[in-house]
């Protein structure tokens, strides 16, 4: 049985930590040790699998008494290798690699230089290829991930591949009128009212200061905005300024996927991704897709076929297919059969898992 150490500097509500979950979930003969904050709701998450064991770590930093604890971890436990996810987690894998010689697997979950300064964005990339040098493979989550990451000289001397993001199955058609009927009478929402999702941390790379400028174009529609961040108290204040009632606040919750399945239409507004799994879901439940045209959402939305690509700032555009997709039963069908197909054919997390036990076996066993 393979000894997986994995590392994630948070585990709040997130696409990153619940790709940990789903690849917990679904893979076979494996023992895993996780260490992560004591964050909720995955910590709780965590410790309902019989084959993890959870080792706490500061929420988004590093400490030394923290390192030294993983490092007796990989001894004791002794780990057959080390799997970091996320920015935060990767000089832990770094320096236990460095210390042990387990090889280390990172999977960047997105490449967050969007919000750095010239000499930030400098340090960073010099930082990252330096200690680089520690990590045995990276594991993109898109194939525009990786690209971006060529694009901006990063890793350039690591191997890598490419496992896409995945997730679950969804409801059966019959399951998913019984949901809407009833999260529409809880929202206190009329049934024949266009609902247009967006799953958000409310953060910078989120941008949902463009999914707001959007939503005051489309004033038919009401948007359901699942989640909270730093920016959600702003937007908040400013639709009451602005008295705009077409915007549902909900904060984080427990079931997305329900809230999902009584809606119309997703809508995706980030600067970048790695691979949005909140698109992913909406795709699972048969929603079109409304996204920006970046990173991550560009290798889910084909254009035209699931949904709509925008080019990001461009407001009245994304507004312009909203309406349409609203608009045109017969286009809104078509989008939603083949949003669903073509997650259920590319973007499961059972391949996911399957695929990432592939690389364990090939990194631990090379031919």
């Not at 609902?195 to 200061?209: C, E, G, H, T, W």
């Not at 399945?261 to 795709?283: F, K």
């Amino acid at each position: 049985m393979l000894k997986i150490l994995i590392i994630t500097a948070r585990a709040d509500f997130g696409g990153g930590p619940e790709h940990i979950y789903q690849l917990i979930q679904y893979s076979k003969d494996i023992s895993f040790a996780v260490a992560c904050p004591e964050d909720y709701p995955y910590w709780q998450r965590y410790q309902q699998f019989s084959n993890v064991n959870l080792i706490s770590i500061p929420h988004r930093k590093f400490t030394w008494k923290a390192l030294w604890r993983l490092l007796n971890i990989v001894h004791e436990a002794q780990i057959d290798l080390i799997h970091t996810h996320g920015k935060g987690a990767g000089l832990y894998g770094r320096m236990l690699s460095l210390l042990t010689g387990k090889p280390c697997v990172h999977t960047p979950h997105g490449i967050h230089v969007g919000q750095y300064n010239f000499l930030q964005k400098k340090l960073y990339l010099l930082y990252e290829n330096i200690t680089g040098r520690l990590i045995k493979k990276i594991i993109y989550v898109s194939s525009s991930e990786g690209e971006m990451a060529k694009a901006l000289k990063l890793w350039r001397k690591v191997d890598h591949c490419i496992i896409y993001n995945g997730v679950d199955g969804t409801f059966q058609s019959e399951t998913k009128s019984q949901v809407r009927t009833s999260m529409r009478q809880k929202l206190l929402l009329d049934d024949q009212a266009f609902v247009v999702a967006s799953i958000s941390r409310f953060d910078y790379p989120k941008n949902m200061l463009e999914a707001y400028r959007i939503a005051k174009n489309c004033e038919k529609a009401i948007f359901l905005w699942l989640g909270d961040g730093e920016d959600r108290e702003k937007l908040q204040k400013l639709a009451q300024v602005d008295g705009a009632k077409n915007i549902l606040f909900t904060g984080f919750v427990e079931n997305p996927l329900d809230y999902l399945a009584m809606s119309d239409c997703y809508l995706s507004t980030s600067r970048w991704e790695g691979l949005p799994l909140g698109v992913l879901q909406a795709m699972a439940v048969g929603l079109p897709v409304i996204a920006s045209d970046v990173v991550g959402n560009r290798d889910v939305v084909v254009h035209g076929e699931t949904g709509f690509l925008y080019p990001l700032g461009v407001v009245e555009q994304a507004a312009t297919y909203i309406n349409q997709v609203r608009q045109d039963r017969l286009l809104y069908k078509a989008l939603s059969d083949n949003a669903i197909q073509r997650q259920r054919q590319k973007f499961t997390s059972e391949r996911m898992a399957n695929e990432i036990y592939t690389q364990y076996q090939s990194i631990l066993n090379p031919s």
